[in-house]
């Protein structure tokens, strides 16, 4: 969906447990999702991606949930540490293309 | 896994300044190199797509005069901000596609633009 002028959510969680970071998307056509992870003044690192054909795709630590009939995504973050705390985006690309379309972005804060 | 790499990652420059930005995918060939746009605390924008050897594709509001995209070789792409103001201070991230894995975008560390 749209983000402009948005200012970003905060998830804040204590460490060691688990996070949950959601994204509505908007484009049914999309069949690939990602999501980033950035850290501040950097660009976004890759965590994890799904295709549509998935429900679930498990990481280390992470997990990737799509359902598809209401367009949601979620990262599931198990035993949260500080070193996961940036803000995240989930991103859409649709078939036979490269472009990426981002999400509005949560900013998760770890306490110790 | 695949390196994308910009250049320079931090500039501060007077109003009026044209700006380069660089972009190189380090140990692959990057048929296609997105640049975005992202303002504090807000989401990455796209600003146009660039392919080797033609032209770049703008998005809609961005003005294909003011930034310039050159995509001459496989490995890079330069942005150039003509003519900068304040108003184009932002955080510029690129990111590469190319001939990896499952088309998966590598992305840059990102240049931030500061205009005086």
């Known amino acids: 969906g749209e983000s402009v002028g948005l200012h970003l959510p905060t998830l804040s969680v204590q460490e060691g447990d688990n996070s949950i970071i959601n994204c509505a998307y908007s484009?049914?056509?999309?069949?690939?999702f990602i999501w980033y992870k950035q850290e501040s003044g950097k660009g976004p690192q890759f965590i994890i991606d799904i295709r549509s054909n998935m429900d679930k795709r498990q990481g280390q630590r992470v997990t990737v949930l799509l359902n598809k009939t209401v367009k949601h995504l979620s990262l599931q973050i198990a035993a949260t540490q500080p070193g996961d705390s940036a803000v995240y985006f989930c991103a859409e690309k649709v078939k036979a293309g490269n472009m990426l379309t981002f999400g509005g972005g949560t900013r998760l804060m770890v306490k110790p | 896994g695949a390196v994308v790499s910009q250049h320079p990652s931090w500039v501060i420059c007077k109003s009026g300044t044209s700006v380069k930005i660089e972009c190189r995918s380090l140990?692959?060939?990057?048929?296609?190199m997105f640049w975005y746009r992202q303002f504090p605390k807000q989401s990455l924008m796209l600003m146009a797509t660039?392919?080797?050897?033609?032209?770049?594709?703008?998005e809609q509001g961005v003005e294909k005069d003011k930034f310039l995209i050159n995509h001459a070789s496989l490995t890079l792409s330069t942005l150039t901000v003509t003519s900068a103001h304040p108003e184009d201070s932002s955080f510029y991230i690129c990111?590469?596609?190319?001939?990896?894995?499952?088309?998966?975008?590598?992305f840059g560390e990102g240049s931030r633009l500061t205009v005086l």
């Open positions: 660039s392919n080797e050897g033609s032209k770049a594709t703008y």
């Open positions: 140990d692959f060939q990057a048929t296609t």
């Open positions: 484009n049914s056509a999309s069949d690939y």
């Open positions: 990111s590469a596609s190319g001939r990896v894995n499952t088309g998966e975008l590598f």
